[in-house]
């Protein structure tokens, strides 16, 4: 008797959220990287380049205004709601401009991660919504040194791996960063760019 | 003193733009010449361009798209920053008005020769002012960091002049403000710029 055959196994769905306008740029050849290496794995990737797809990352004031209005608040932009919600993974592809998002990505957060979608508020108290995002990564480049983004408090390191992380509670949180870009050299970069395929094909 | 005021909020008539008001009464009646950026109102557009990185290390170029804002920014020896924390940072709006406006040349010096580092580009900001709104508390603001808090009393802060006079004041728990914590807020904030401009 041969056993009975076990649950299905899905192919996990990742969502890549790339954030840089230049196609020959180091973060684009890192996100590459990283959708070549989770596609690899046998998942399924949707790849969002927020700049190829010219997100709109500005609330607008009838955005803000009907902001708490479950479930109509997603309507401006269900499309990018649908692609969230579907994700078992999420990966954050980006550069670092003055310790923070580039404003597209941050737009993404203001815009999509909206009351009702990312998190619920039960009495006030806010409760994550995103759990079915089990992996959650963020693969980045600083122009600083670490010691000066440590210097304070590192942002977008906190961003990702607290309120990020706040919300979709997964199981795996990786943040995978290239510090002092500006002066890193060709060796460096590549060896941070096989380092970002390393870690992502264990995660 | 010249005060830059950067304010973002999409709302005309938010609880922001009383915040707003109260700064630029202080202002006014300290004598204080400001001149006020309201990026909502003026339509800026946020998102840093192919183009704009293309140029973004040529000190002749890297200016134009935002010649406006980078003449505001070197006119003014105070900057004012008024808007509410979304995901415990800068809305898109604000955010990307750092990313663009915020340059090399004006912002920074960068690194000639190898070993150089980057070299902060405001220290002629000598004050520099925060005032903010948050849905979360002040206990999960801190948990997770305060990302959009350390951004400007750290990040940007680090870039102005040594010793920058910095005041930072927050309304926590925003959708359960009161009227009465409103007008403390507000009350907290003359007392900020009457410290920021003394």
């Given at each position: ?137 963020a693969v980045t480049t600083y122009g600083g040194t670490r010691l ?56 | ?198």
């Amino acid at each position: 008797m041969t056993p009975a055959p076990t649950v299905a196994n899905d192919p996990v769905r990742a969502l890549v959220l790339a954030a840089h306008p230049v196609p020959d740029s180091f973060n684009a050849a890192l996100h590459s990287q990283v959708v070549r290496t989770l596609r690899g794995r046998g998942w399924e990737v949707d790849d969002c380049d927020l700049y190829a797809e010219r997100f709109d990352p500005v609330m607008s004031e009838a955005d803000r205004r009907g902001y708490h209005d479950v479930p109509d608040n997603i309507a401006p932009v269900k499309a990018y709601v649908d692609r969230l919600q579907a994700a078992d993974a999420l990966v954050l592809v980006f550069p670092v401009w003055n310790f923070g998002y580039p404003a597209i990505l941050k737009g993404f957060l203001d815009r999509v991660f909206l009351p009702g979608v990312s998190f619920r508020l039960d009495e006030g108290k806010v409760v994550p919504n995103l759990t079915r995002i089990r992996r959650l990564a963020a693969v980045t480049t600083y122009g600083g040194t670490r010691l000066r983004a440590a210097l304070c408090g590192d942002p977008p390191r906190r961003c990702v791996t607290r309120a990020m992380w706040h919300v979709c509670r997964p199981r795996t949180t990786k943040y995978l960063a290239l510090y002092d870009m500006n002066r890193a050299r060709d060796d460096t970069r590549h060896r941070f760019l096989t380092h970002v395929g390393d870690q992502l094909r264990t995660f | 003193m010249r005060a830059l005021i950067i304010f973002c909020h999409p709302k005309e008539d938010s609880f922001n733009a009383a915040v707003l008001d109260t700064v630029t009464s202080h202002l006014t009646s300290a004598g204080v010449e400001y001149r006020l950026r309201d990026l909502y109102r003026s339509n800026f557009m946020p998102v840093l361009t192919a183009h704009e990185l293309d140029c973004y290390l040529d000190e002749s170029r890297n200016t134009q798209p935002v010649a406006q804002d980078v003449e505001d920014v070197q006119w003014a020896d105070a900057l004012i920053f008024i808007y509410p924390t979304w995901w415990y940072g800068l809305p898109a709006m604000l955010k990307g008005w750092l990313d663009r406006v915020l340059v090399p040349g004006v912002a920074f010096v960068m690194p000639k020769g190898e070993g150089d580092n980057i070299r902060p580009g405001l220290t002629h900001i000598t004050r520099l002012g925060v005032f903010t709104t948050c849905g979360a508390s002040w206990w999960l603001t801190t948990l997770i960091g305060s990302p959009g808090r350390r951004m400007l009393t750290r990040g940007l802060r680090a870039i102005c002049a040594k010793r920058c006079r910095t005041v930072f004041a927050a309304h926590y728990l925003m959708d359960s403000s009161t009227t009465a914590s409103r007008s403390r807020y507000l009350k907290q904030v003359a007392g900020r710029m009457q410290r920021l401009t003394a």
